[in-house]
């Protein structure tokens, strides 16, 4: 199994309070990805990094920061939390297109 | 509008069945990925293609370039293969993925 974790798996919060998403990798791939899935919806892209300190907006960023300070690590942030981001969260990462994305366990967020 | 369509949405076949799930995409790709996510959540990447064909046990996955189209077949199925099956697509452009919806697939011994 790819070396990809994701902390918290769960958490229950209240609006408007900031939430930060933790995806770890070991396995030192440039590529990192944050999805979120919801019924009815494919994995939709937040934000995606290709590289430390670099990168860039997917289709439903709004209300999202993300952060890449590390190879190994990269962020997501909630700045005030709304019931709207309740979902299920899933970092993926790639190394090479053609071998494709693999993917933590996921992150259940609940926003009260 | 979804650039990856699945169909169908949800499958139920009796175990031993030959199962098809098929993928419809409208953007230019450079790959088309399969995934499988079982009940508990986990995604797992069983196939990536770019052309033709490619078998994995009871698993064949193929893709028309021209059409924009892809299935994926299990053969003699089994309730272990009871999942949701995800259609995904890199696009030529970048190194975005696009995903389907979807297929939620039932076993039924």
């Known amino acids: 199994d790819a070396g990809i974790t994701q902390s918290p798996r769960h958490k229950v919060t209240e609006t408007g309070t900031p939430v930060t998403l933790r995806c770890h990798q070991t396995?030192?791939?440039?590529?990192m990805y944050w999805y979120r899935q919801d019924p009815g919806h494919g994995l939709r892209l937040i934000h995606y990094?290709?590289?430390?300190?670099?990168?860039d907006k997917g289709e439903v960023s709004d209300g999202y920061s993300v952060s890449r300070s590390k190879t190994e690590d990269f962020l997501l942030t909630l700045e005030s939390a709304t019931s709207s981001q309740t979902s299920v969260y899933f970092c993926?990462?790639?190394?090479?297109?053609?071998?494709?994305?693999?993917f933590g366990p996921g992150t259940r967020l609940t926003v009260l | 509008k979804n650039e990856v369509e699945q169909s169908p949405q949800n499958l139920t076949a009796q175990e031993g069945e030959f199962i098809t799930i098929n993928c419809s995409y409208s953007?230019?790709?450079?790959?088309l990925h399969w995934l499988q996510q079982h009940p508990g959540g986990g995604i797992v990447s069983l196939f990536m293609?770019?052309?033709g064909k490619k078998k994995h046990g009871r698993l064949i996955a193929t893709i028309n370039i021209q059409e924009k189209h892809s299935s994926l077949h299990i053969t003699a199925s089994h309730p272990r293969d009871s999942a949701v099956y995800i259609c995904?697509?890199?696009?030529?452009?970048?190194?975005?993925?696009?995903f389907g919806t979807g297929t939620s697939l039932t076993v039924i011994p």
């Open positions: 993926a990462i790639m190394g090479d297109l053609y071998i494709g994305q693999f």
């Open positions: 396995e030192n791939h440039r590529y």
């Open positions: 990094s290709y590289g430390v300190k670099d990168t």
């Open positions: 953007v230019g790709i450079s790959a």
């Open positions: 293609l770019s052309s």
């Open positions: 995904a697509v890199v696009s030529n452009t970048g190194n975005q993925f696009y």
